[in-house]
C-alpha cells in the first residue's frame, strides 16, 4: 500500500517519511486513532516505505519486486499478528499465521475495516477475539530469524489493545529489545487498554479522524455526486469505513436504528403499563441472539445516538452528524428527554451492560436490565 492511497493525514506523512529518510526509525511505535481513520493502511504504507527503500510522498521509486510483494501482502519480511479465536478450521490454539489468507483479503477489500468486520470474515461474531500468549510465542520465533532480504523486518500488531496480559508480559523484553533491523507497529483504537509497561517502551503516534472534505472527495472519486458525498461523508464523521457502509447501504447503522428506535419507543410506553414490559423482554431476546460483538457494537452505537441527542438538545445541533431512517422518529424530538440530568446515568449503565457481555454474562439478562432501568432514566426531569 502505498501513502498515497492512504486518505488525508498529511502531517502524519510528512512525519513517517522524514523518520525514515532520516533513518531516525524508532524500534516500537504505537499507532492510535478511531476506527476509519486510516490507521492500517499507514501502518503498512510506512512499513513498504522503509523495506522496500521507497523515496516521496508517493511512496514511489524503491524495489519494484518488493513493492510487488507489498501489493499482495506476501514480503516475507512483514509480519502481522491481530485478534483470532478457534474456528470449524482452527479448533484450538488459534494464531495469527493460521488465518493468512483471510488477512490479506481482508486487507485488500476493507483495508479501512474494524474489528466486527474482521470477525464476521472469520465468522466469530458470538466470540471474544484476542492477542493471546500462543501469539506472542509466534511473533518470538519469527523475528528471531535474520531478515529474507537482508533489509529491515517489520511486525505490524492490528489491534493490540486486545492483547492480553500474558502476550503482553511475553513480549515485553522484545519490544524494548528487538534484533537489529526490526521494528513494531503496534495499532490500536483504546490507548489505555494496552498495558503501561508496553506503552511506555513505544513512541506513540495519534491519527485524528478523517475530515470531511477529504471523506467528500474519496467518495467522489468513487462516482458519488458532490452533493451525495457531502452528506455521507457528514455522517460518518471522520470514520471512512462507516461512510462506505452507508453508499452501500450496508452499514449495520441501520439495523441498530430500528433497534434503538423500538427500544426507546418501548421504554417511553412501559412507565405505567406493565403489559409493555414484554415488548421489552421480546426486544432483548431479538437482540441477544446476535453475536457478542453485534451487541457490543449495539451498545456504543446507543451511547452515540443519546450524545447526539443531548447535543441537539442544548442547541449544538451542527455538531450532531446522524440522520435516522426509521419513519416517524426524529432526533430533534427525542433530544429533550436527554438532559444533564440523566445522560451520565445512561451512559454508566450502557457502558456497564458492555463490561458484563465481554465477559460473557447472559446477554438476554444484560439486556432486560438495562432495558428496564433505561425506561426510568428516560421519564427522569431535566
Known amino acids: 500500500m502505498l501513502?498515497?492511497?492512504?486518505?488525508?493525514?498529511?502531517?502524519?506523512k510528512k512525519h513517517?517519511?522524514?523518520?525514515?529518510?532520516?533513518?531516525?526509525?524508532?524500534?516500537?511505535?504505537?499507532?492510535?486513532?478511531?476506527?476509519?481513520?486510516?490507521?492500517?493502511?499507514?501502518?503498512?504504507?510506512?512499513?513498504?516505505?522503509?523495506?522496500?527503500?521507497?523515496?516521496g510522498s508517493e511512496n514511489t521509486t524503491g524495489n519494484a519486486s518488493c513493492n510487488l510483494k507489498f501489493n499482495n501482502l506476501t514480503h516475507p519480511d512483514l509480519h502481522f499478528a491481530f485478534p483470532v479465536a478457534t474456528t470449524d478450521k482452527v479448533k484450538k490454539n488459534?494464531?495469527?499465521?493460521?488465518?493468512?489468507?483471510?488477512?490479506?483479503?481482508?486487507?485488500?477489500?476493507?483495508?479501512?475495516?474494524?474489528?466486527?468486520?474482521?470477525?464476521?470474515?472469520?465468522?466469530?461474531?458470538?466470540?471474544?477475539?484476542?492477542?493471546?500468549?500462543?501469539?506472542?510465542?509466534?511473533?518470538?520465533k519469527s523475528l528471531s530469524l535474520k531478515a529474507y532480504e537482508g533489509g529491515y523486518k517489520v511486525m505490524i500488531i492490528w489491534m493490540a489493545d486486545k492483547m492480553n496480559t500474558a502476550a503482553a508480559n511475553k513480549l515485553l523484553k522484545l519490544i524494548e529489545e528487538p534484533p537489529s533491523k526490526t521494528f513494531f507497529i503496534l495499532i490500536a483504537e483504546d490507548e489505555e487498554q494496552i498495558i503501561q509497561t508496553i506503552r511506555s517502551r513505544c513512541q506513540i503516534l495519534h491519527f485524528p479522524p478523517l475530515a470531511e472534505n477529504v471523506i467528500t472527495e474519496a467518495l467522489q472519486a468513487k462516482g458519488l455526486d458532490a452533493n451525495a458525498a457531502l452528506k455521507i461523508a457528514h455522517q460518518a464523521n471522520g470514520n471512512f469505513n462507516?461512510?462506505?457502509?452507508?453508499?452501500?447501504?450496508?452499514?449495520?447503522?441501520?439495523?441498530?436504528?430500528?433497534?434503538?428506535?423500538?427500544?426507546?419507543?418501548?421504554?417511553?410506553?412501559a412507565r405505567g403499563n406493565k403489559a409493555v414490559i414484554h415488548d421489552l423482554l421480546s426486544w432483548s431476546e431479538e437482540v441477544a441472539k446476535t453475536g457478542r460483538e453485534t451487541q457490543?457494537?449495539?451498545?456504543?452505537?446507543?451511547i452515540d445516538v443519546f450524545r447526539q441527542a443531548m447535543l441537539v438538545n442544548y442547541q449544538a445541533g451542527e455538531l450532531a452528524f446522524m440522520d435516522f431512517s426509521v419513519e416517524g422518529f426524529k432526533l430533534e424530538k427525542f433530544a429533550p428527554f436527554v438532559h444533564g440530568n440523566n445522560i451520565l446515568e445512561i451512559t454508566e449503565e450502557l457502558e456497564d451492560a458492555i463490561y458484563h457481555i465481554e465477559r460473557n454474562g447472559n446477554s438476554k439478562i444484560i439486556l432486560t436490565d438495562v432495558s428496564i432501568k433505561l425506561t426510568r432514566l428516560l421519564h427522569t426531569k431535566e
Not at 104 to 126: A, H, S
Not at 247 to 263: G, P, Q, T, Y
Open 3 to 12: 501513502f498515497s492511497e492512504v486518505l488525508g493525514q498529511a502531517h502524519i
Open 296 to 302: 457490543k457494537k449495539f451498545l456504543l452505537f446507543c
Open 242 to 269: 462507516k461512510a462506505i457502509d452507508l453508499v452501500n447501504r450496508d452499514s449495520e447503522d441501520l439495523v441498530f436504528e430500528k433497534w434503538f428506535v423500538s427500544w426507546v419507543r418501548a421504554a417511553f410506553k
Open 16 to 55: 513517517l517519511t522524514y523518520s525514515a529518510d532520516n533513518s531516525r526509525i524508532p524500534h516500537a511505535q504505537l499507532f492510535v486513532g478511531p476506527e476509519g481513520s486510516g490507521v492500517l493502511p499507514a501502518a503498512i504504507a510506512y512499513a513498504q516505505y522503509v523495506l522496500c527503500g521507497n523515496t
Open 94 to 140: 488459534p494464531v495469527s499465521n493460521h488465518f493468512l489468507t483471510e488477512w490479506r483479503t481482508f486487507v485488500k477489500e476493507q483495508p479501512y475495516g474494524n474489528l466486527f468486520d474482521w470477525y464476521q470474515i472469520l465468522e466469530i461474531e458470538n466470540k471474544q477475539g484476542l492477542i493471546g500468549v500462543d501469539e506472542a510465542q509466534d511473533i518470538v
